[in-house]
């Protein structure tokens, strides 16, 4: 008699989203020391064939199935959308507008994918899930005033934008092709997509590896095995069993983790704003977590009523019929 297997424990996806919002603040501060060495194609190329790499062993091992059909396009697209084109615009990006600027930006993402998973994947609007967004974009508006240097342009404004919304898509994408496969075969195989399309950068990437100090490959090389391989696979976990809305509110942690890990890593201190700005962005998470408030007893007898009203119990009174109608 074969034991059937045990749900996993609650908190998972809850701890799965924290690994995941840890490693992508810490590739915040890699690109910093990177980004002097690397132009933005030839980044988004190392990392990704680092991290597809790592999770090509880790599927070999495991011998994952790979999807077909529907499901297989999806993840497709969500990779060439999200880790190709996301990564390559974002990395360009910052080279036009300063730091607080991207992050005001681009953190219109989590916004979007709420509004869309609520009207095209059918999540609805709670109450504590928009509240908590509102506070959380407070706060990275106000790290972003505290950051800002003034360093922006145009072209760094519209690709910042563009990478919101890719986010937003590939997001919404990878939670339908969740539906018809496991988070493994989902982050392997998006994370090769983006890698064929940022292909076309290989001569860049290799005449920069010659010349780069080797601290900034291996600053690749970290940000292709955590925030890529290791971060992305425990988003997947997570999406896999949360709401899409919910999920993406969590990133709102990674501009505070990453004003803090550049105070304990980098020693510099953040202004206080950035403080009041990085508790805002963990409140508004916290908010998002929140239980559904209980219906209250009147409003459970006032749905019981209305139940009874529309299927007709067997406690309902008869009432009277318009003329050519027979009573129900």
């Given at each position: ?133 509102v506070i ?21 404004v519209l ?32 994370c090769l ?136």
């Open positions: 008699m074969s034991v059937p297997a045990r749900p996993p424990a609650a908190g998972l996806p809850l701890a799965a989203a924290g690994v995941t919002m840890l490693f992508w603040a810490s590739a915040f501060i890699a690109i910093r020391s990177v980004g002097e060495h690397y132009s933005p194609g030839a980044m988004a190329l190392g990392r990704l064939v680092v991290g597809g790499v790592v999770l090509t062993m880790v599927a070999a091992v495991r011998r994952v199935q790979i999807p077909r059909g529907r499901t297989l396009w999806l993840v497709i697209a969500y990779g060439v959308l999200w880790f190709g084109l996301y990564t390559v615009s974002l990395n360009t990006a910052e080279r036009h507008v300063d730091a607080g600027t991207a992050a005001m930006l681009v953190n219109l993402g989590p916004i979007l994918i709420a509004v869309l998973a609520g009207v095209f994947l059918r999540e609805g609007f709670p109450r504590g899930l928009v509240t908590g967004l959380a974009f407070a706060g990275v508006l106000t790290i972003g005033l505290a950051t800002s240097t003034g360093q922006r342009d145009t072209t760094g690709l910042a934008l563009a990478s919101a919304g890719l986010y937003a898509v590939g997001v919404l994408l990878q939670k339908q092709a969740l539906a018809g496969t496991q988070p493994l075969p989902a982050t392997w195989l998006g997509a983006g890698a064929v399309v940022c292909l076309p950068f290989t001569p860049t990437l290799v005449r920069e590896v010659a010349h780069a100090p080797a601290a900034a490959t291996l600053g690749i090389v970290y940000m292709g095995l955590f925030p890529t391989a290791i971060a992305f696979l425990t988003w997947s976990y997570a999406l896999s069993r949360t709401s899409a809305g919910r999920l993406a509110t969590s990133s709102y942690v990674v501009p505070a983790l990453a004003v803090l890990l550049s105070w304990l890593l980098l020693g510099e201190a953040p202004v206080p704003l950035a403080l009041v700005g990085g508790a805002l962005c963990l409140a508004g998470v916290a908010v998002t977590r929140l239980p559904a408030r209980p219906k209250s007893h009147e409003d459970k007898a006032g749905q019981d009523r209305a139940q009874v009203g529309d299927h007709g119990g067997q406690q309902e009174q008869p009432r009277l019929a318009p003329a050519g109608e027979q009573p129900q």
